[in-house]
């Protein structure tokens, strides 16, 4: 342990004292379990330094770690300290996922403040059963809508399932608990033919001399759930087992491809070539989908161990080959999301949202909105009578002028009286093509 890391579980150890959370959870055992969480996902000093600091979001703490730790420690824990301000001020009705997950990342600007953010909502998980009952089920409408979704987009699935499955007991406890019990009479016969199809499988790599790990992946109680409701509820032991291959080369990828097709009958639509052509957000795999002994589809992943390091522990790639991504996320959104495991620690800015800012009405709806734009802009967002009698904006409940530049994460109300009418001037006050028509047309500019 470097002596930056020590001085930070120090400083953690002195500061938090016997203080607790509100679920009843001391802060260090909380702190400790996060900055060791982050620590084993490989992102660095600075990274496990802000997660276990990451409590400390007064201005005279964040002020003193920046002293003692750096000001790139600070800035990620006044980023989480934004994600959590600025987005309670968004009711459960609002969490739509395409403008809400934009909002956050644009919020941080930094993938390494929502991962800090995510990590500690799995702590949360341990203890939800504290919190009151309004708060746990908004907790877990969170956890289904954005951050278990979210987590897929940056490759974090381990902790997604975790996250779902808790949160689905909470708000479907019933459905929980009967797809519990169902799954729990499944896994003997899972786990019995999972055993047979890894030996069947390994004796025909073994035969071939390669050098291979097998591993099988069984789908979670949530994931299940879903999966159930596309199929009308018929659901059973072959639509929850899969293989991977994890292989050295990728020569070696096709080869063991090749030896399977060979030997079992597959399914030629289920066939994937992701190594050939990766998915946008990098994600590579060969994919098949193979018939055991005239019982079973089983779903099967062929990769090399780098790519699977990158598939699971770095960008996601499940929403792409699911088929489609929920979220509306871009390719482009995707692609700079999958540069956060780079060493260079300017890989984890998302400069993407450098072209957006995204503020909050007096509804708490997100609107989203080129850089630079003003309350004008806005306004003329909302509707073209709320522009065109526009006087002035109240931004965090204070008053500014209608050319005042709007940040993300603010809250905005426009003021309007039917004496303020458009002027000349107002077209130097706008970015938005849309805000500067309306203008024109009504100070009678025709072109």
């Known amino acids: 342990m470097s002596e930056k890391l020590q001085l930070a579980k120090d400083w953690l150890a002195s500061r938090a004292g016997e203080m607790r959370r509100e679920s009843g959870e001391k802060i260090t055992d909380h702190c400790l379990w996060v900055g060791n969480t982050l620590g084993e996902l490989n992102l660095g000093e600075t990274t496990v330094i802000a997660g276990l600091l990451h409590e400390f979001t007064n201005n005279e703490d964040i002020e003193e770690i920046s002293k003692l730790f750096g000001e790139e420690v600070a800035l990620i824990i006044k980023g989480v300290r934004d994600i959590k301000s600025k987005t309670k001020e968004v009711g459960a009705d609002k969490w739509e996922q395409n403008s809400f997950s934009h909002l956050l990342l644009a919020l941080v600007g930094d993938v390494r403040v929502f991962i800090i953010r995510l990590v500690e909502q799995v702590s949360n998980s341990f203890s939800i059963e504290n919190m009151a009952g309004d708060e746990q089920q908004k907790w877990a409408q969170m956890m289904l809508k954005i951050y278990g979704p979210m987590a897929e987009t940056i490759g974090m699935n381990y902790y997604r399932r975790i996250l779902e499955d808790k949160a689905f007991s909470i708000v479907n406890p019933k459905e929980y608990v009967s797809l519990k019990s169902k799954i729990e009479n499944w896994q003997r016969d899972e786990i019995k033919a999972m055993a047979l199809i890894k030996a069947d499988i390994n004796q025909l790599l073994t035969e071939h001399k390669f050098e291979a790990e097998i591993q099988y992946r069984i789908k979670g109680i949530y994931s299940t759930y879903l999966k159930s409701i596309k199929k009308n509820g018929l659901i059973g032991v072959k639509d929850r087992l899969g293989i991977r291959i994890l292989t050295n080369t990728i020569e070696e990828c096709y080869l063991i491809l090749g030896q399977l097709h060979q030997k079992y009958k597959f399914l030629e639509t289920e066939l994937d070539d992701y190594i050939a052509h990766p998915k946008p957000n990098g994600y590579q ?51 700079e999301m999958s540069s956060w495991k780079d060493e260079n620690s300017s890989q ?20 989203q909105l080129p850089a630079g734009s003003t309350p004008l802009d806005l306004a003329y967002r909302i509707h073209s009578h709320v522009g065109n009698h526009a006087l002035l904006a109240k931004v965090g409940g204070k008053a500014v002028k209608l050319n005042y530049q709007l940040k993300t994460g603010e809250s905005v109300e426009i003021v309007t009286s039917k004496k303020s009418q458009p002027n000349h001037k107002w077209l130097e006050w706008v970015v938005t093509a849309d805000a500067r028509e309306q203008i024109r047309k009504k100070i009678g500019i025709n072109n």
Not at 285 to 293: F, G, H, I, M, P
Not at 352 to 358: A, G, P, Q, R
């Open 348 to 367: 984890y800015k998302l400069s993407i949202f450098e072209k957006f800012v995204y503020v909050l009405t007096p509804k708490n709806d997100i609107i």
């Open 285 to 335: 795999s060969l994919q098949t989908a193979l018939v055991w002994r005239e019982k079973l589809t089983l779903e099967v992943q062929i990769r090399t161990k780098i790519m699977h390091e990158f598939n699971e522990y770095g960008p996601a790639a499940h929403l792409a080959y699911k088929g489609g991504n929920s979220q509306g996320l871009s390719p482009d959104w995707i692609k």
